[in-house]
């Protein structure tokens, strides 16, 4: 059976500074509150292709500061709901990066790979390696900290809280 | 080598001899802070299985981003609130009217040096002014500390920012902030924790320092952070809510930038439509149009920006046709501008006085823009749709600048009043 910590998929890549309003419009998060409903949302202003086009365990691929503007979890929760693999990117937003780590969606750090993969590439990524397979060859990034590592067992900060609690 | 205020305050938060940046640490905040967002936080805390929060006495509760409430929606939300306060037994929280969270926490001696304030709001840095590490963080991280009192920080890097001279007359730590913001960008100091150093910061009163700290979030940093002084200490007597320890960097501490600012050379800003960092000198904005100018908030909503503007608009009267709207930053700030005489000068002007709180900043209330229309405001932010709606325009400036526009209609530099 192939580990949960590799992710095998399709590339959609973007640019730079793409904000959470363009991720999950502004206009829908007080409207759209099921998780389940949000994919159809996503990145409804940046490609309207993505929504109906992305298969469980694609990547988005972006350049700098993915995810700034508002601190909406809502602009991770429909990528992560509509099956999205892992983001790589060369730099996230704070809280952007934080969101997706306590909603076990893997946020990847790692510029050359950013500048040698192509739209519509299939990569891999190996999450305990910290390895990411491209045509290009291979760019290492550095491996998700053990204590988020825990995060992403449990499926997200919730759960994980919960279990703890328990 | 020395390390920074981040990684000092982190490694002793974690029980660390020393942390590297990336390095990820479980630490207790001091503080958790939430204002009208806590209703939504509340149910995520349930969801979790949460029944009694992990510590009363780390809660800071303040109800001000829609308060008054202006709808039944919002009113209901407050009473969710009101409740779980009660009935967890919350001590810290403070109720419609008191004022701007970011503001009251500091007045009420709940932001302290060499604690740790994490809070569900993006402006959290602003309590670095007293020497804090602060820094915003999402809803279901703040349940979570509600839930088990800890959260996994990752450790930043940290850049210096050293500004010497003296700002000229007219010009503000506002200005500074714009300035700095323009130069590095939104993104200039991403994911980053600001250190703010040098003579002209030192010079600053404290409600001058806020504005930096309050505006750094514009910057992407993670906290920002201005070394405690006497001026400090000496706000804190009798106020401070606990004995604290300040953390300063170590002189040898490692940066990943340092960047000099020399505030003589520095002249009035404004931020422009529709971004922090699209920042233009005052002298080049000069006749634009306005409707509105507002005055408070959480960046510049204190005692002393109510007097500058209460200094510049004195005697005069807001232009036929345009809007004044001033709101306290929080009762203490209003019951001082009413014995000052700020609040009459004001009131003799022509302007409208609103009970302390948000306002119309990000669009709840209170004096927000007709669709068209263009504002003049001394708050953090101007993205598109920020005020409620996408068809109008803000600019962001000190509040000189912002009273002398309202007395004539039109983006005026306070010197050229006559």
Known sequence: MESKNIINGRVWKYGDNVNTDVIFPGKYTYTVSDPADMPRYALEDLDPHFADGVQPNDIIVAGTNWGCGSSREQAVICLKHGGLGAIVAKSFARIY?????????????????????????????????????CDAGTFTFQPLPAAIMKIFEAGGLIPYTRKRLA | MGFTFAEKILAKKAGLKRV?????VQITPDVALSHDNTAPIIGIFRKMGGVKVFDT???????????????????????????????QGIPYFFDVGRGICHQVLVEEGLALPGEVVLGSDSHTPHAGVMGAFGAGIGRSEMASIWALGDLWLRVPQSVKIVVQGALPTWVTAKDLALHIIGDLGADGALYMSVEWHGEAIEALDLSQRAVLTNMTAEMGAKNSYIPPDQKVFAYLDK????????VYPDPNADYTQVVEYDASIIEPMIACPHTVD????????????????????????RLEDLAAAAHVISGKQVADGTRMIVIPASSQVYKEALRKGYIETFLNSGAVIESPGCGPCMGNHMGVPAIGEVTISSANRN??????????????ANPLVVAASAVTGVITHPKDLA
């Open chain 2, 20 to 24: 590297i940046p990336g390095e990820i």
């Open chain 2, 57 to 87: 006495e780390m809660h800071a509760i303040f109800l001000d981003h829609a308060a008054p409430a202006p709808t039944t929606k919002h009113a209901e939300n407050h009473r969710v609130i009101r409740d779980f306060v009660r009935k």
């Open chain 2, 383 to 396: 993205f598109r749709g920020r005020m409620g709606t996408k068809e109008s325009e803000i600019y962001l």
């Open chain 1, 97 to 133: 990066y934080r969101n997706c780590l306590n909603a076990a969606l893997p946020a990847l750090i790692c510029p050359d790979a950013v500048d040698a993969i192509g739209n519509g590439e299939t990569i891999e990524i190996d999450l305990e390696a910290g390895e990411i397979h």
């Open chain 2, 239 to 246: 106020r401070a809510r606990r004995v604290f320890k300040p």
């Open chain 2, 278 to 301: 699209n920042v233009r000198p005052l002298s080049e904005i000069t006749g634009t149009h306005i409707d509105q100018a507002f005055i408070g908030t959480c960046t510049n909503g």
